[in-house]
């Protein structure tokens, strides 16, 4: 089984719908984080959590909001979602134990806003 | 500010031939950078790293990077490229507070 893990897989949905993307770990890493990747533009973080308290935002959390129900679980909202957040997301694992943050990825969710 | 830029977006090779990804950095102070691979479909996936040390990492499915610092490059290579090679490959490099930055992405295709 994957360690890292998030549903769905695909979704599509229109214009002003509160959309969660869900992510489970199986890692025990307590570092987790949502990005989401546009072609020709890289990952950008939305947004990470070092713990379950401790919750950030990233470079582009605008219209996007996290919640880190338990170590394993991060999930990322969209409260009204629009079109140009139409995109690739991940989420990704790290422990601080690790002398670097190396990150380890889940498969991705394709979300399409019509 | 600190960055990582990946100058080709897409990089052509045969089979068997040698294969380089280019990366060049801009960070302060002694940098740890990372080389992620991203096949169709998939997440990324961790291939190496650099902290300190050998110049020369060594990484998964045969892949190795070479650090420069006089020329802040942490070039990817291959000896031998295979077509299951052909990916999207990232450079990252991780700032303050152990928050990494990844950059656009260059694109290997490598022609049977």
């Known amino acids: 089984d994957a360690d ?17 993307l869900e992510c489970s770990q199986t890692k ?5 984080y949502w990005y989401r990747q546009d072609p020709g533009l890289g990952l950008r973080l939305i947004y990470y959590s070092f713990d379950v308290k401790d919750i950030n935002k990233g470079e582009i ?4 909001s996290v919640s880190r129900q338990a170590q394993a679980k991060f999930s990322l909202s969209l409260e009204s979602a629009i079109p140009n957040q139409t995109a690739l997301y991940f989420c990704a694992t790290s422990s601080r134990w ?13 979300l399409t806003v019509l | 500010a600190q960055s990582v830029a990946q100058p080709e977006d897409q990089v052509n090779v045969a089979e068997g031939n040698p294969l380089t990804v280019k990366c060049t950095y801009s960070v302060s102070g002694n940098p740890y950078l990372f080389w992620y691979v991203q096949y169709p479909n998939r997440g990324l996936q961790f291939l190496l790293k650099y902290i300190t040390g050998d110049n020369l990492v060594k990484g998964s ?20 490229a295979l077509v299951s090679d052909s990916a999207l490959y990232f450079c990252a490099f991780e700032g303050s507070y152990q928050k990494v930055t990844f950059g656009i992405g260059t694109k ?3 022609i049977p």
């Open chain 1, 4 to 20: 890292v893990t998030q549903t769905p897989r695909n979704r599509i949905t229109k214009t002003g719908k509160r959309i969660m």
């Open chain 1, 28 to 32: 025990g890493h307590d570092r987790m």
């Open chain 2, 61 to 80: 499915y045969g892949f190795e990077a070479e650090f420069n610092k006089s020329q802040t490059s942490f070039h990817l290579k291959k000896p031998s």
């Open chain 2, 108 to 110: 290997l295709q490598v």
């Open chain 1, 61 to 64: 959390s605008d219209g996007y």
């Open chain 1, 98 to 110: 690790e002398s670097t943050d190396t990150q380890y990825f889940g498969p991705g969710t394709r």
